[in-house]
Nanobody
Framework: VQLVESGGASVQAGGSLRLSCAASGWTAMGWFRRFPGKEREGVASISSGGSVAYGDSVKGRFAISKDNGKDTLYLQMNILKPEDTAMYYC??????????????????????WGPGTQVTVS
């Protein structure tokens, strides 16, 4: 099963974007981003029961959610900053078994990845 992100774009600082990821049946999912020359960092995660976690740099600005009826994961990004410019990835885990505990944000906890979508903030 493939994960496919969409919604990346170029926006001005202060603007908003919503990323989407078509996925179904996972116990834990997350959004990650990679800055040029750096490792992926966790942005947000969500368990099957809806428990969420956020990276410190996006708390209060980004929101992760999922629509089980549409089998879609979302990342609503508000008050975007130039430092949010990165490739954003959707990821899913078959390791995380706790429905009501927010999945960890470490990339090693996820074993399925989408190809990424570029977000550029200027």
């Amino acid at each position: 099963v493939q994960l496919v992100e969409s919604g990346g774009a170029s926006v001005q600082a202060g603007g908003s974007l919503r990323l989407s990821c078509a996925a179904s049946g996972w116990t834990a999912m997350g959004w990650f981003r990679r800055f040029p020359g750096k490792e992926r960092e966790g942005v947000a995660s969500i368990s099957s029961g809806g428990s969420v976690a956020y990276g410190d740099s996006v708390k209060g600005r980004f929101a992760i959610s999922k629509d089980n009826g549409k089998d879609t994961l979302y990342l609503q990004m508000n008050i975007l900053k130039p430092e949010d410019t990165a490739m954003y990835y959707c990821a899913a885990s078959t390791f995380w078994i706790f429905a009501n505990l927010a999945p960890p944000l470490g990339p090693s906890n996820y074993n399925h990845w989408g190809p990424g979508t570029q977000v550029t903030v200027s």
